[in-house]
């Protein structure tokens, strides 16, 4: 990923917190066909340092887990909020009109050896955790004892476990970093004004992302 220097982000708990909120990932991997993607839930574990470990788990009829290549390095890609940038945001559109549009965004970019876990000990342990983290702000959370044992030992066979121990992280952040004070805060109020949780979540990151 291209990523000058005044959007890279490099603080690991910034970097985690991203995948936290925004767990779904874009697995990437290598397989005898060429490069496959899918699209997987997984979860952050800061330890071990510096940048820790991803769990998460596919369908076993997945051929995913078999096929991918254990010589190269998987990619996890986790996509914060984004949002377009109109010209009509910044104030030197006003002064010069020497202004285009582009597009804002943060990403988290994980790289690592991808590992299979067939147990169904490790799979529960994570399949509860997955639960009761997702489930943790409905005002009656759903919990994996409310199915009967039998089925839920039966949706465990299912599925397999995967583990990707964390060898590169990379962050972009990209908020305007680039611009001046004056166009900064056009942005942030342009994208205020739009509305909608994505828009402000953008807005905050241009106004918190150092100029």
Do not use: C
Request: charged share 20%.
């Amino acid at each position: 990923m291209y990523v000058p220097s005044h959007f890279e982000e490099t603080r690991v708990d910034v970097l985690h917190q991203l995948v936290r909120d925004h767990p779904l990932a874009v697995l990437v991997t290598h397989t005898s066909a060429g490069l496959e993607a899918n699209h997987v839930p997984m979860e952050i574990d800061p330890e071990p340092a510096p940048f820790g470990t991803l769990r998460g788990h596919v369908s076993r009829a997945n051929a995913m887990w078999q096929t991918a290549s254990g010589a190269l390095d998987a990619l996890a890609i986790f996509q914060g909020p984004d949002h377009y940038i109109t010209p009509a945001w910044y104030a030197t559109k006003r002064a010069t009109g020497k202004v285009v549009p582009t597009w804002n965004y943060a990403v988290v970019h994980a790289h690592g050896p991808l590992r299979v876990v067939d147990d169904p000990a490790w799979l529960r342990a994570l399949v509860e955790r997955l639960t009761n983290r997702h489930e943790a702000e409905r005002p009656e959370p759903w919990q994996v004892t409310d199915a009967p044992a039998d089925y839920i030992a039966a949706m465990v066979r299912a599925i397999v476990g995967i583990e990707l121990p964390i060898r590169r992280l990379v962050g972009k952040w990209k908020a305007s970093q680039n611009k001046s004070a004056p166009d900064r805060t056009g942005v942030a109020d342009g994208l205020q004004a739009a509305g909608g949780p994505d828009a402000a979540a953008m807005a905050e990151l241009v106004r918190r992302s150092p100029g």
